[in-house]
């Protein structure tokens, strides 16, 4: 139903409120993270002049489009900043205070903030301690609304909620301000650096003077599109004259015999004038269109250059909203942990920046919930109890820059590593024990393995450092993690600073091109074809004294065969390739080389599609597929260890589940899930139902409540467990439960996952069950 005019203008409404409150938090969180509580007081006194006006100025937004809950929060804040500035002092209580009522701020225009959370911040920031005179009482009260200037004590406030009607008494009518609007902050003709305007990923401010040189290209653009039509005219010209001297010439032979040697001689010499004029024509042409193709060029470059700087934004763009998620998730997990950010003011292209954010945020929230230790655990470690995270943006002398994530926690346990690889059915437990520490690294960036094995809101999937890899090698970066037991971790991005093109092989799969990334090619090399035909069979191929599994790269990517040459080639064209810690051989039709591409993204549905990484245009205007070499060696180390796909797909049909919870709807919903995916499904009302039909049926995986009627999760899981028949057999534990305790009782009695129920979603747990299965 389309929405009615006063509904348009209230979303716009709305839309620009929300732009112009995250530029407020955004320069909040600046001054509360750079706040020095040991500065003077003529630098203090500034600083809390900024916040107030600030906080005051987000009030005032807020109040304009009838977001009460936040006008609250900002009166409650702007009452605290004027005693602090009246006062002249800060203490960490209160600018903590400060920090929590703008992260809670984030969490209302997000949508995702609890009720008892509001309440909480709202009650902190009416009675939180200060050094100095404090403020007056909270909503409503006389005190407050007659204060005068100077800092008077508090008095006990009855809510911790700030009524808006309330709020407008509070505030003298010299201090209202009329709050600015986003569209005025993105029109505004600064002489600025470009930057973006965090009220849309798709709005950027630009200065004018870069508008203007953008202009001054584009004109220079007309030259060539004004000359185009001149240039249709010369090669037309051309044509004709061509034309007229191949029918001249083609008359001229057909009468050829009966004329006199002078008349031959004369003939000869007209088409030696017409072919002339055409060479002349064609020479001149190609001048212009010289000069053209110059202009072109260096007009396109201009172009190119300029939209890149235009797109380059200083990495705090990406980084400033960290600091507000570490403390949340500090306060999560009830760890201390303190964020350093350094290299924030370096550039890098916005398309660099939406491709690595997200690995970036989940980097740092495995941090927090892997890395770091509790507060009591390191204190017996002898460290601080406050842990550290670190993030630098450091540019290199190659045009490249690196970001670096750092903890000072308990480093990457390999044996845990090794433990989860077995437990997600990654590796065999004979082959964890055969691997170096570098390859047991490289495990972590496996789809599935996680050290975590509960499954919450903050980690746990085993799928996110596989998806940061793909990302980051998608733009032609590199990702590294280097660790020491007990000090910590740190992982190294390597990035590009800007993208436009794409290096790679360019390399025949059938009768398709494909672009073969370059960096994870070893070596080009060729096999005769009859070892090739052998080594396929087999699924392996004997190269460097290593038996590594070969592919035909159009079988694994479903490109239509080549057509057979007329005579049997002698040997076959192949490259050897690495992805994380898979090496593979792959068969090809042909091997043009290296070759750069313009890249085009892919857009849904086409997100994710196997094999491929992403699209581009080669300088002949075709268009190729890029490869993605971890999917392509997935499918030919299966084809080497399976025998057979059918066999393999037969085993996934046969697959069988068993559901244990004490609601039906909770069993009726997973039921529908897991048969929609394929799997053979039971249920069970509880723990004693489902024991009976473990030791009668068989079963590939059981998916169980903990809170249950006579047997729990626990229990069952106990009685599995001591069975030397199912002692095996993977268990997913899915709870509202989520205490330490609990969440430690359910890994104890042999768990494989402790999901909870606040944190997975439907795909989620598919997910998990397909890891275990």
Same mark, same amino acid.
């Given at each position: 139903?389309?929405?009615?005019?006063?509904?348009?203008?209230?979303?716009?409404?709305?839309?620009?409120?929300?732009?112009?409150?995250?530029?407020?938090?955004?320069?909040?969180?600046?001054?509360?993270?750079?706040?020095?509580?040991?500065?003077?007081?003529?630098?203090?006194?500034?600083?809390?002049?900024?916040?107030?006006?600030?906080?005051?100025?987000?009030?005032?937004?807020?109040?304009?489009?009838?977001?009460?809950?936040?006008?609250?929060?900002?009166?409650?804040?702007?009452?605290? *900043?004027?005693?602090?500035?009246? @006062?002249?002092?800060?203490?960490?209580?209160?600018? %903590?205070? #400060? &920090? !929590? =009522?703008? +992260?809670?701020?984030?969490?209302?225009?997000?949508?995702?903030?609890?009720?008892?959370?509001?309440?909480?911040?709202?009650?902190?920031?009416?009675?939180?301690?200060?050094?100095?005179?404090?403020?007056?009482?909270?909503?409503?009260?006389?005190?407050?609304?007659?204060?005068?200037?100077?800092?008077?004590?508090?008095?006990?406030?009855?809510?911790?909620?700030?009524?808006?009607?309330?709020?407008?008494?509070?505030?003298?009518?010299?201090?209202?301000?009329?709050?600015?609007?986003?569209?005025?902050?993105?029109?505004?003709?600064?002489?600025?650096?470009?930057?973006?305007?965090?009220?849309?990923?798709?709005?950027?401010?630009?200065?004018?003077?870069?508008?203007?040189?953008?202009?001054?290209?584009?004109?220079? *653009?007309?030259?060539?599109?004004? @000359?185009?039509?001149?240039?249709?005219?010369?090669? %037309?010209? #051309? &044509? !004709? =004259?061509? +034309?007229?001297?191949?029918?001249?010439?083609?008359?001229?032979?057909?009468?050829?015999?009966?004329?006199?040697?002078?008349?031959?001689?004369?003939?000869?010499?007209?088409?030696?004038?017409?072919?002339?004029?055409?060479?002349?024509?064609?020479?001149?042409?190609?001048?212009?269109?010289?000069?053209?193709?110059?202009?072109?060029?260096?007009?396109?470059?201009?172009?190119?250059?300029?939209?890149?700087?235009?797109?380059?934004?200083?990495?705090?763009?990406?980084?400033?909203?960290?600091?507000?998620?570490?403390?949340?998730?500090?306060?999560?997990?009830?760890?201390?942990?303190?964020?350093?950010?350094?290299?924030?003011?370096?550039?890098?292209?916005?398309?660099?920046?939406?491709?690595?954010?997200?690995?970036?945020?989940?980097?740092?929230?495995? @941090?927090?919930?892997?890395?770091?230790?509790?507060?009591?655990?390191?204190?017996? =470690?002898?460290?601080?109890?406050?842990?550290?995270?670190?993030?630098?943006?450091?540019?290199?002398?190659?045009?490249?820059?690196?970001?670096?994530?750092?903890?000072?926690?308990?480093?990457?346990?390999?044996?845990?590593?090794?433990?989860?690889?077995?437990?997600?059915?990654?590796?065999?437990?004979?082959?964890?024990?055969?691997?170096?520490?570098?390859?047991?690294?490289?495990?972590?960036?496996?789809?599935?393995?996680?050290?975590?094995?509960?499954?919450?809101?903050?980690?746990?999937?085993?799928?996110?450092?596989?998806?940061?890899?793909?990302?980051?090698?998608?733009?032609?970066?590199?990702?590294?993690?280097?660790?020491?037991?007990?000090?910590?971790?740190?992982?190294?991005?390597?990035?590009?600073?800007?993208?436009?093109?794409?290096?790679?092989?360019?390399?025949?799969?059938?009768?398709?091109?494909?672009?073969?990334?370059?960096?994870?090619?070893?070596?080009?090399?060729?096999?005769?074809?009859?070892?090739?035909?052998?080594?396929?069979?087999?699924?392996?191929?004997?190269?460097?004294?290593?038996?590594?599994?070969?592919?035909?790269?159009?079988?694994?990517?479903?490109?239509?065969?080549?057509?057979?040459?007329?005579?049997?080639?002698?040997?076959?064209?192949?490259?050897?390739?690495?992805?994380?810690?898979?090496?593979?051989?792959?068969?090809?039709?042909?091997?043009?080389?290296?070759?750069?591409?313009?890249?085009?993204?892919?857009?849904?549905?086409?997100?994710?599609?196997?094999?491929?990484?992403?699209?581009?245009?080669?300088?002949?205007?075709?268009?190729?597929?890029?490869?993605?070499?971890?999917?392509?060696?997935?499918?030919?180390?299966?084809?080497?260890?399976?025998?057979?796909?059918?066999?393999?797909?037969?085993?996934?049909?046969?697959?069988?589940?068993?559901?244990?919870?004490?609601?039906?709807?909770?069993?009726?919903?997973?039921?529908?899930?897991?048969?929609?995916?394929?799997?053979?499904?039971?249920?069970?009302?509880?723990?004693?139902?489902?024991?009976?039909?473990?030791?009668?049926?068989?079963?590939?995986?059981?998916?169980?409540?903990?809170?249950?009627?006579?047997?729990?999760?626990?229990?069952?899981?106990?009685?599995?467990?001591?069975?030397?028949?199912?002692?095996?057999?993977?268990?997913?534990?899915?709870?509202?439960?989520?205490?330490?305790?609990?969440?430690?009782?359910?890994?104890?009695?042999?768990?494989?996952?402790?999901?909870?129920?606040?944190?997975?979603?439907?795909?989620?747990?598919?997910?998990?069950?397909?890891?275990?299965?």
């Amino acid at each position: 139903m389309p929405l009615s005019r006063a509904q348009e203008m209230q979303e716009r409404l709305l839309a620009t409120f929300r732009g112009e409150a995250n530029d407020h938090l955004a320069m909040l969180g600046r001054e509360l993270d750079g706040f020095d509580l040991s500065a003077s007081e003529a630098e203090l006194g500034e600083r809390l002049e900024v916040l107030f006006r600030t906080m005051h100025t987000l009030k005032g937004a807020s109040r304009s489009v009838g977001h009460s809950d936040i006008e609250s929060i900002c009166h409650l804040s702007e009452a605290l *900043l004027r005693d602090m500035r009246d @006062a002249m002092t800060a203490t960490p209580e209160t600018i %903590r205070a #400060l &920090r !929590d =009522a703008c +992260d809670a701020i984030a969490g209302l225009l997000g949508g995702g903030l609890p009720p008892e959370r509001l309440e909480d911040v709202c009650a902190q920031l009416q009675h939180v301690p200060q050094t100095a005179p404090q403020r007056a009482g909270a909503k409503g009260s006389a005190p407050l609304a007659a204060r005068s200037r100077r800092a008077r004590p508090r008095t006990a406030a009855p809510t911790a909620r700030v009524e808006p009607a309330e709020a407008e008494k509070v505030v003298a009518p010299a201090e209202t301000a009329a709050p600015s609007t986003a569209s005025e902050t993105t029109l505004k003709s600064e002489r600025t650096t470009a930057r973006p305007n965090p009220a849309g990923s798709d709005v950027i401010r630009v200065e004018i003077d870069r508008l203007d040189r953008f202009s001054i290209l584009a004109d220079e *653009l007309l030259i060539p599109k004004l @000359a185009a039509a001149d240039r249709v005219r010369m090669a %037309r010209g #051309l &044509r !004709d =004259a061509l +034309d007229e001297a191949c029918t001249f010439l083609r008359t001229s032979r057909s009468r050829s015999g009966a004329g006199t040697e002078a008349e031959t001689r004369a003939t000869a010499a007209a088409i030696y004038d017409r072919l002339r004029s055409a060479e002349v024509a064609s020479r001149k042409m190609l001048e212009t269109l010289r000069n053209d193709h110059r202009i072109i060029r260096t007009t396109v470059d201009g172009l190119l250059d300029e939209m890149r700087r235009i797109r380059m934004v200083p990495a705090n763009h990406m980084l400033e909203a960290f600091p507000r998620m570490v403390r949340g998730l500090a306060r999560d997990t009830g760890k201390n942990v303190a964020l350093q950010l350094s290299g924030t003011d370096v550039e890098i292209d916005r398309k660099i920046i939406d491709v690595i954010k997200d690995p970036l945020i989940h980097m740092v929230r495995n @941090a927090v919930d892997h890395g770091i230790e509790s507060p009591q655990d390191r204190l017996q =470690a002898g460290k601080p109890a406050e842990a550290k995270i670190s993030i630098a943006v450091v540019p290199t002398a190659d045009g490249r820059v690196t970001i670096s994530i750092s903890d000072d926690g308990r480093g990457l346990d390999t044996d845990n590593l090794k433990h989860a690889a077995v437990r997600a059915r990654a590796i065999s437990a004979e082959h964890a024990e055969t691997l170096h520490e570098d390859d047991i690294i490289e495990l972590a960036f496996r789809s599935g393995v996680s050290t975590s094995p509960v499954i919450s809101n903050i980690s746990g999937n085993g799928v996110g450092l596989a998806i940061v890899r793909e990302r980051v090698e998608r733009i032609e970066g590199r990702l590294s993690i280097s660790t020491k037991p007990g000090e910590g971790s740190t992982i190294t991005l390597d990035l590009p600073t800007s993208v436009a093109t794409y290096r790679g092989f360019l390399v025949g799969a059938g009768t398709e091109k494909l672009l073969w990334p370059f960096d994870t090619i070893e070596r080009a090399i060729s096999i005769p074809h009859d070892e090739a035909v052998a080594g396929l069979a087999r699924g392996s191929f004997a190269f460097a004294e290593q038996a590594l599994p070969i592919g035909r790269l159009s079988d694994i990517m479903g490109f239509e065969a080549a057509a057979a040459p007329p005579k049997r080639r002698r040997n076959l064209p192949a490259i050897v390739v690495r992805g994380g810690d898979r090496r593979g051989i792959l068969l090809l039709e042909e091997i043009w080389g290296e070759s750069e591409i313009v890249l085009k993204e892919l857009r849904a549905p086409l997100k994710r599609i196997r094999n491929v990484m992403t699209a581009g245009l080669l300088g002949t205007g075709e268009l190729v597929l890029v490869a993605r070499p971890s999917d392509v060696l997935a499918s030919i180390h299966i084809r080497a260890c399976e025998p057979s796909s059918e066999t393999a797909r037969s085993a996934v049909r046969a697959q069988r589940i068993l559901i244990v919870d004490d609601s039906i709807t909770t069993r009726t919903m997973e039921r529908n899930m897991f048969e929609s995916a394929g799997y053979q499904v039971k249920a069970a009302a509880d723990g004693v139902e489902a024991l009976s039909l473990l030791q009668s049926e068989e079963f590939d995986l059981v998916v169980s409540d903990v809170d249950m009627p006579r047997m729990d999760g626990f229990e069952l899981t106990q009685h599995v467990r001591a069975n030397a028949k199912l002692a095996q057999l993977p268990i997913v534990l899915v709870t509202a439960l989520e205490s330490r305790q609990d969440k430690e009782r359910g890994i104890r009695v042999g768990a494989n996952a402790y999901v909870q129920k606040s944190g997975f979603s439907q795909s989620n747990l598919m997910e998990i069950v397909r890891r275990l299965t």
